[in-house]
């Protein structure tokens, strides 16, 4: 092996060890037997994760975040699927900068959007309301499903529309029957993302959700304010693990749709 070939592996090493080192902390600690944050472990117990099934403000939370995500995840998977359809169907003018709106809550701090989330609930009666977080995720969740699906329509053949129009399929069922089971990975990917993306969010929860609409980072922050339990490590862990599994996913549905993509 080159000295070459052994510095980029060893500045490979370092990075990933720099990106995974606060997991490498917190989940030993979600383990602890003991109180306190701190090494060597007094011992090895499942006393924080009971301690969160245990809770009905962290069980609350856990189900607030899998109503709001699947909900958001569903809404943002079929307008952001039927807006990258559309555009990869009709090149409408000014199609750079239509796509250009509907990728920016994927580039605005989220601060600024729940900002003007605030401001624009306020008057229709949304704020604090299961609903009005629903939109606002799957708002924020839509673009990760429009460039999916608009990356795998990139190895879509046309051709297979046009079959299926001269063997008398109506544009709905071509899309139905044709387009959508060649581009499902895609689909299902940006699924993945959106859900992970609504999964993650707490700005915009800080700022709309009441009471009874905390999701599970919202109390995890609250936690922090409060008093430092090491229950919040195990959300955590179960929240990292729940990201990986989602990842893993992922990518095995790429290498699907890249496998479905070759000749």
Aim: proline share 6%; aromatic share 8%.
């Amino acid at each position: 092996m080159s000295a070459l070939r052994l510095l980029w592996w060893a500045v490979s090493v370092a990075v990933a060890l720099f990106l995974v080192a606060p997991l490498l902390v917190i989940v030993p600690l979600s383990f602890s037997e003991g109180s306190f944050l701190h090494f060597p472990l007094p011992g090895v117990s499942l006393r924080w994760y009971h301690a969160f099934f245990a809770s009905e403000f962290w069980l609350a939370s856990l189900w607030n975040s899998l109503v709001v995500g699947l909900s958001a995840t569903a809404i943002a998977t079929a307008l952001g699927t039927l807006a990258a359809v559309g555009l990869w169907l009709a090149p409408l003018p000014g199609a750079s900068a239509i796509m250009g709106v509907l990728l920016l809550p994927m580039v605005v701090p989220s601060i600024i959007t729940a900002v003007a989330l605030t401001f624009a609930y306020a008057p229709v009666g949304l704020a604090s309301t299961h609903l009005g977080l629903i939109i606002a995720h799957a708002a924020l969740a839509s673009p990760f499903v429009v460039v999916t699906v608009g990356a795998t329509l990139t190895q879509f053949d046309r051709t297979l529309l046009r079959a299926a129009a001269a063997c008398g399929a109506g544009p709905v069922t071509a899309f139905r029957r044709v387009m959508l089971p060649l581009i499902l990975p895609g689909v299902v990917a940006g699924a993945v993302f959106a859900f992970a993306t609504s999964l993650d969010e707490s700005v915009v929860v800080l700022f709309l959700a009441g009471p009874s609409q905390r999701t599970l980072p919202r109390q995890m922050f609250a936690g922090l304010k409060d008093t430092i339990e090491l229950t919040i490590l195990a959300a955590a862990t179960m929240l990292t693990v729940l990201s990986l599994v989602l990842m893993l996913l992922v990518r095995v549905l790429s290498a699907r749709g890249a496998a479905a993509g070759r000749p």
